[in-house]
């Protein structure tokens, strides 16, 4: 049986979906069998393995799964160690945060001085606790861990945050933030022998290199005065140097085409427009590499 690359995968939850949507944009067919364990990928010689997120850092430490794709912030808990990670891979951001009832005065980490923290990641705080040189009391807590402070459990918790709401309904507020997360692949230490596989895992990360880097960039194009071309690639975000070319009978302008790797918002044209930039395009890419 020739063998096949394995991905470990969030199996349903919050990065289920990012991750399949990820693998398909790169290009491979996934096929949901019946084996809810593992999905094939029809055009390549890959299996997806579909598990519980918090056992993917050790799938692929062990190197059951040669990659994984999961958030940062599960990898800092179980701890690195020889896990290599490859790239980030722009979804499932999200902030680990330090959060206290609304009016507590904080003033860094040395107001959690000899308080109870209620929290799901104890490794990560307590690392974060000990770079700060402060002690204070870590309170394990498997989920809900909002509720800790209304149950007097804990005064201070420490949680993931994405929108804030949950915060909110709990009458807490951010003070602080522990990391910043997001998915991002994750790759063995175990490299198997074979270069058929290699030549496979080689096309995985070039694949979703050019997804997550084609993700969120933008083409643009616009006619724009010679005049002020050095403004234009000023505003233009993350835009590279910007390709230029001569417009038939126009001395005085000129076209600019340029890739942005950062969103494109409206304010951003309204500031080309008064750069005096005009017919300006923005078009979605589909592929980079
Ligand atoms: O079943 P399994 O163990 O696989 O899943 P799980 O329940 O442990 O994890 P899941 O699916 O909830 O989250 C998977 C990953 O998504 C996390 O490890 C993060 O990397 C990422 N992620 C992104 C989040 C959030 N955003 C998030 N908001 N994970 C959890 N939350 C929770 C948070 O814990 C809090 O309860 O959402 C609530 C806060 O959200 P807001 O929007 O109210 O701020
Ligand atoms: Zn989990």
Same mark, same amino acid.
């Given at each position: ?18 991750? %399949? ?9 996934? %096929? ?18 579909c ?11 062990? &190197?059951i ?5 999961? +958030? ?19 979804? &499932?951001?999200?902030?680990l945060?330090?959060? =206290? ?12 001085? &000899?308080?109870? %923290? ?6 990560? @705080? ?6 700060? &040189?402060? /002690? =204070?009391?870590i309170?394990p807590?498997?989920g #809900? ?18 929108? +804030? ?25 175990? *490299? ?8 496979v ?23 724009a ?14 835009a590279?140097?910007p ?11 000129? #076209? ?9 918002? /409206?304010?951003?044209?309204? *500031?080309?427009?008064? #750069?005096?930039?005009?017919?300006? @395009? ?6 980079m590499m």
């Amino acid at each position: 049986m020739t063998p096949r690359l394995r991905i470990a995968i969030q199996k349903s939850g919050r990065l289920g979906e990012g991750s %399949i949507g990820i693998i398909e944009s790169a290009g491979f067919r996934v %096929i949901k069998g019946a084996n809810e364990l593992f999905y094939r990928i029809e055009n390549a010689p890959i299996d997806l393995l579909c598990v519980r997120d918090d056992d993917i850092p050790t799938f692929v430490e062990v &190197g059951i799964a040669d990659f994984g794709i999961v +958030g940062r912030n599960v990898v800092e808990e179980h701890g690195a160690g020889a896990l290599t990670e490859v790239m980030k891979l722009g979804f &499932g951001r999200c902030d680990l945060k330090i959060a =206290a009832p609304v009016g507590f005065s904080y003033a860094g980490p040395q107001s959690l001085k &000899g308080l109870r %923290i209620a929290t799901s990641y104890a490794n990560t @705080l307590k690392r974060f606790l000990e770079r700060a &040189g402060v /002690w =204070a009391e870590i309170v394990p807590m498997r989920g #809900a861990v909002e509720v800790a402070p209304r149950l007097k459990l804990a005064q201070v918790i420490c949680d993931l945050v994405s929108t +804030g709401a949950t915060l909110e309904a709990n009458g807490l507020a951010a003070v602080d933030t522990v990391m910043q997360s997001e998915a991002v692949l994750i790759r063995s230490p175990i *490299q198997r022998d074979d270069p058929e596989l290699t030549h496979v895992a080689e096309s995985v990360v070039q694949r979703l290199r050019g997804v997550s880097a084609s993700r969120g960039a933008k083409y643009v194009m616009m006619n724009a005065p010679k005049a002020s071309l050095a403004e234009i690639s000023r505003i233009l975000p993350g835009a590279g140097a910007p390709t230029v070319t001569p417009l038939a009978g126009r001395e005085d302008a000129v #076209a600019v085409h340029a890739v942005c790797q950062e969103s494109v918002f /409206w304010e951003t044209l309204e *500031q080309l427009r008064a #750069a005096g930039a005009s017919a300006i @395009l923005v078009l979605p890419i589909e592929k980079m590499m």
